[in-house]
Structures are given as structure tokens and as C-alpha cells.
């Protein structure tokens, strides 16, 4: 299969990327999470030089598509005023950090004061060499629930105590409380470096660098596991609030106001294409159902039921979104998800890169010169079982 082309760096709002339909805006709500100030600005930003669709990102990041040129400053000012700027997209780059959105509020939450120290510490010049994708994760809370998101340096939990492990070792080093976590989740980023971590091209992750032979210190490395890791939390009542997933990982600017109206004091954005509302606990007075959607997102962009169909199916934004892209996406995946078996998973790749999913899938279609490639239990880069399918071979495939 022809590799697709990889840029190796992610969009930000200073540096956007050109795509298909306009400009990729990716907006990083500082700790993950927004004021219901930020999330109407944000929709309205959406509205006036978008889509006007937000996107979740699986790095709980937020985009704005089809962005022209011209009315990218305009954007970066609205941006700013909504305190969802960075000073510069060097310090934007670094930022690259994902915290538990089901964590308490308020600001004495440990995770929020580990995210909040970390955020302040990578602002630090001598971090700047670290690539783009390289990434922190905050998942100390009760339950480990972010294990399968992918980041270098992780403080997690091991019963009452925080521990700092990196990406590709099973264990890490118990720390003695935040502070310390975020000192030594900063250390290792800097022996990363030091140690050759980054590559002639600019890129670099922690998982290969060890597996590549590199030897962590002993004074960065410990023998403490993680607490048991816990599956996803699904669409629906989550502890003392409520998580709502959005089909194909895209919200009307509509909808997001809706949400901002809910009466919580924050919308936390997840990496698993959902948005938490952590205070509220029955939006449904608040949300009536949606019919005039665009076709390839489905009744309503909002899902608040755990079984619904579309949440077995992971689509990018292939064309004509894409450029990398020979087929449309995810208006098949909405046609396929009703024909999916009860337990049955699907990842709809535009390419071989795989940027929704990149991993393994009980069935994943790969869009290759305008047809797809099936593959079985297996990544969108794997050997196909079958090729070059039309989209109506597909859904005869699948039943109808
Ligand atoms: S996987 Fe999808 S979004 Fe990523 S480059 Fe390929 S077509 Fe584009």
C-alpha cells in the first residue's frame, strides 16, 4: 500500500494548516476545558469564518475547517478575546497536554494544579527542540481512565500516591506530591531530548525512543504501576455530571451554544469526541431533539445515548475535506453504522494514515484511487483482505 504523505506537526490557531476546504484552525481550550463565554465565542467564530462545525480532536483539542485565508486574522482576534490564544505558536506547539475531564472542579484538584504547573513549565525556552506530537497526559484520578490516549509523559496514580511514568514503560516513579510530579514529568521531557529523542527530521516519541535501546536514569525511572486503567466512559450520566459524544466527532456552532446554555459552570472537552458537562445532570429539558442537520452527521450531532450506532463507527474527514483523500468518508459511515452487528467496530480511513484511529480495528475501509481496501483486525496501513471496492460494493457488503 503507497504511504501517505505525513507532515509530522499538528495545526494550531497561530499556525493553521491548509487543507482541502480552507484552513484547519485547532483552538487548545487552556486545562481542557471552556466557560460557557468561551464555547459561545467559539461557536460564533465557527459560524462567521467556518463551517460552522466545531471538531473534537482524540487529543481533546477543538477545529475550525474551512477557514479562508483572509479571514484567519480576524479569527486569531476573536480567538484572543476569548483567552483561547496562546502569546505565540512556539509556546502554543508545547502546550500539548491532556487532563482528566472527569476530574473534580474547582482549582484545588490535583490533576488541574499538575495540568495548570505543567502548562506554566513548558513555556520554558530550553523545551522548545521537543516536537510537536510529543504529549503529557494527566490521568491521576480514582480512575485511570486516558490510558489509551496517546502521550510521552504520563502522572498517574497508584492508590492515595501520584507517580510520573514514561510512554512504553509499564512502571514509574512514585513522586511525593504535584509539585514534584510536574518537576519530574519535565525532567524526563528534558533527558528526552538530551538523549537523542528527536530526530534529524524534527520528530520524536517517548514509546521509541526506549524501544529503540535508549536507557532511562534511575532517578527518572521507578517500579511503581499504575493503578487498573478503566474503559471510556460511554455518552450519558458519568459521576455527578453528564457526557454527551458528537456523531463523527463534529458540532454545530447551534449545538455548542446549546451546551453553553446547559447552566454548567464549564464544558470539558475529552478525548474520546465527547464533551462533559461535569455539573449538570439532565440536559435533555435543555436539548430537543435537532432535524436539520447536514445528511452526513445524522438526526441530531448530539449523542446521549451509550448504544447509539454511531458511536461504533470512526470516520476522518476524508474528501473533499482532505486533501490526501480519494473518497468521501463519513457519509458512508453513517449509512454503515446501522448496519453494523450489535458489538461490531469500524474505523473509515481516508487514506492509509489512519489520522481518526491509528491503530487497530475489527474492520477498517481504506480510501485508495477513489475506492476502499478492507481491512480485517488490523490498522488502516495492514495488509487489505480485499481492494479497491466501489461505496456500493461496500454497503452491499455490509447488508443493503
Ligand atoms: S487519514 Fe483521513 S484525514 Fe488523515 S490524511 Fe488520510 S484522508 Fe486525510
Redesign the pocket.
Known amino acids: 500500500m503507497s504511504a ?1 504523505t505525513i507532515k509530522g506537526w499538528c495545526p494550531g490557531a497561530h499556525r493553521p494548516m491548509m487543507s482541502g476546504d480552507g484552513l484547519v484552525v485547532r483552538v487548545r481550550p487552556p486545562l481542557g476545558e471552556m466557560t460557557p463565554r468561551q464555547a459561545r465565542g467559539l461557536a460564533d467564530l465557527a459560524a462567521a469564518h467556518g463551517h460552522g462545525v466545531v471538531e473534537l480532536t482524540n487529543r481533546a483539542n477543538l477545529q475550525l475547517r474551512g477557514v479562508a485565508e483572509a479571514d484567519h486574522p480576524a479569527l486569531i482576534q476573536g480567538l484572543a478575546a476569548l483567552d483561547l490564544l496562546d502569546a505565540d505558536s512556539a509556546a502554543e506547539r508545547r502546550r500539548n497536554i491532556v487532563t482528566d475531564p472527569f476530574r473534580p472542579l474547582g482549582v484545588d484538584d490535583v490533576q488541574t494544579r499538575c495540568a495548570a504547573a505543567l502548562t506554566r513549565g513548558l513555556a520554558s525556552r530550553d523545551l522548545a527542540p521537543l516536537p510537536s506530537k510529543f504529549g503529557f497526559v494527566v490521568d491521576a484520578g480514582p480512575e485511570r481512565r486516558l490510558a489509551g490516549i496517546s502521550g510521552d509523559v504520563r502522572i498517574e496514580a497508584a492508590g492515595a500516591h501520584l507517580l510520573v511514568r514514561a510512554d512504553g514503560r509499564a512502571t514509574g516513579r512514585m513522586v511525593a506530591n504535584a509539585a514534584a510530579a510536574v518537576r519530574l514529568a519535565l525532567e524526563l521531557a528534558r533527558w528526552f531530548l538530551a538523549s537523542g529523542g528527536v530526530g534529524p527530521d524534527g520528530r520524536g516519541r517517548m514509546r521509541r525512543h526506549l524501544a529503540a535501546g535508549a536507557t532511562l536514569p534511575p532517578e527518572l525511572s521507578g517500579d511503581t504501576h499504575p493503578q487498573a486503567d478503566r474503559p471510556a466512559p460511554r455518552p450519558g450520566p458519568i459521576g455527578t455530571g453528564i457526557g454527551l459524544a458528537a456523531a463523527f466527532g463534529l458540532i454545530r456552532a447551534q449545538s455548542l451554544h446549546r451546551l453553553a446554555d446547559s447552566g454548567a459552570r464549564v464544558l470539558r472537552i475529552t478525548p474520546f469526541r465527547m464533551v462533559f458537562l461535569p455539573d449538570v445532570q439532565d440536559l435533555s429539558v435543555h436539548d430537543p431533539s435537532v432535524h436539520d442537520l447536514p445528511p452526513m452527521i445524522g438526526a441530531s450531532d448530539l449523542i446521549f445515548d451509550g448504544d447509539d450506532p454511531r458511536l461504533r463507527v470512526i470516520a ?3 474528501a473533499p475535506a ?1 486533501p ?2 480519494s473518497v468521501a468518508t463519513r457519509d458512508l459511515a453513517l449509512k454503515l453504522a446501522a448496519r453494523l452487528p450489535e458489538k461490531g467496530q469500524l474505523h473509515i ?3 492509509a ?4 484511529h491509528p491503530a487497530r480495528s475489527e474492520l477498517t475501509l481504506v ?1 485508495r484511487a477513489g475506492a476502499f481496501d478492507l481491512v480485517r483486525d488490523g490498522a488502516p496501513w495492514d495488509e487489505p483482505l480485499r481492494r479497491g471496492a466501489s461505496p456500493h460494493q461496500i454497503l452491499t457488503l455490509f447488508g443493503g
Open positions: 501517505p476522518c474527514s476524508g482532505c490526501q483523500a480511513s481516508g487514506c494514515k489512519g489520522c481518526a480510501g
